[in-house]
C-alpha cells in the first residue's frame, strides 16, 4: 500500500465516537468502573490496565488516525471487551459525552510533545479540557497526569490549583509512584533512561 492509501486507511477507518451527545455508560458491557485515557500515543497504558482492572471499562481517546487504527486493532486482536478506542481531539470528544459524574478515573499520560512556550496555546491539559473532566469525574473521582517535562508539571499544578473541583492529592501536587499500575510508553522508557518523572493526581471533590 502506498503512503497516501495507507493515510487514507488510517482516516477513514479509525474509530470515532458516536456523533451528537452520547453515553459512556453504553458503551461497553458491564458495569465496572468508567475510566479515560487521553491521548494513549501507541497504547501500552491501556493493555497494561486492562490487565490489571479487567473489571474497569476503559475509553482511550487519541488524537493521531494512525495511532488510533493501530492501537483499536491491536485491541480487536486481543479480543479486549473492555476497551474502546476513539480517534479524535479528546477536549471535542469529551464535550458530548454523558452522564456527568460517570467517570472514576482518568489518565493523561505525557500530555504534551510542544513543550515550547509558543505552542501553549495547544496544551491538551488546560481549562476546556479540566472543565470537562471536572464535569465527568464523580466525587472521589481521579485525575493523573504525568510528564517529564518540568516546567509543564509545575504548570499542571498550577492550574489544578485554580480549579475549585479539584483538591491535589499532597501539598506540592505530586506523588511519587503511579497509582493506576500502568505504565505509557514513554513512561516506560523514561524508567528504562533513568530520567525523572513528574506525577500529579487530583481528586474530584
Ligand atoms: C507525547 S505523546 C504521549 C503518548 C502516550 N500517552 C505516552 O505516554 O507514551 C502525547 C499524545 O497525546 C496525543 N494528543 C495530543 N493532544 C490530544 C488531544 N487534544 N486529544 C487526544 N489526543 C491528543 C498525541 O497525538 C500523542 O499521541
Not at 452522564?99 to 482518568?106: K, Q
Request: charge should be neutral.
Amino acid at each position: 500500500m502506498s503512503d497516501s492509501d495507507l493515510r487514507r486507511l488510517y482516516r477513514e477507518q479509525a474509530p470515532r465516537a458516536p456523533e451528537g451527545r452520547f453515553s459512556l455508560d453504553e458503551l461497553m458491557a458491564g458495569e465496572g468502573p468508567i475510566e479515560l485515557d487521553i491521548g494513549f500515543g501507541r497504547g501500552l497504558s491501556l493493555f497494561e490496565r486492562a490487565a490489571v482492572a479487567p473489571e474497569s471499562r476503559i475509553i482511550g481517546i487519541e488524537v493521531k488516525t494512525k495511532l488510533a487504527y493501530k492501537v483499536a486493532d491491536r485491541v480487536k486482536k486481543h479480543g479486549l471487551q473492555n476497551v474502546t478506542i476513539f480517534c479524535g481531539d479528546a477536549r471535542e470528544i469529551l464535550k458530548r459525552a454523558e452522564p456527568s459524574g460517570s467517570v472514576e478515573r482518568v489518565s493523561v499520560h505525557f500530555p504534551d510533545p510542544w513543550w515550547k512556550k509558543r505552542h501553549g496555546k495547544r496544551r491538551v491539559i488546560a481549562e476546556a479540557l479540566l472543565a470537562e473532566l471536572a464535569r465527568l469525574l464523580g466525587p472521589g473521582g481521579q485525575l493523573f497526569i504525568q510528564t517529564d517535562v518540568e516546567d509543564r508539571a509545575e504548570q499542571y499544578v498550577a492550574e489544578l490549583r485554580e480549579q475549585p473541583a479539584f483538591e491535589l492529592a499532597s501539598e506540592s501536587g505530586y506523588v511519587e509512584e503511579n497509582p493506576f499500575e500502568a505504565r505509557s510508553n514513554r513512561e516506560r522508557r523514561a524508567i528504562e533512561d533513568g530520567l525523572p518523572v513528574w506525577r500529579i493526581v487530583a481528586t474530584r471533590r
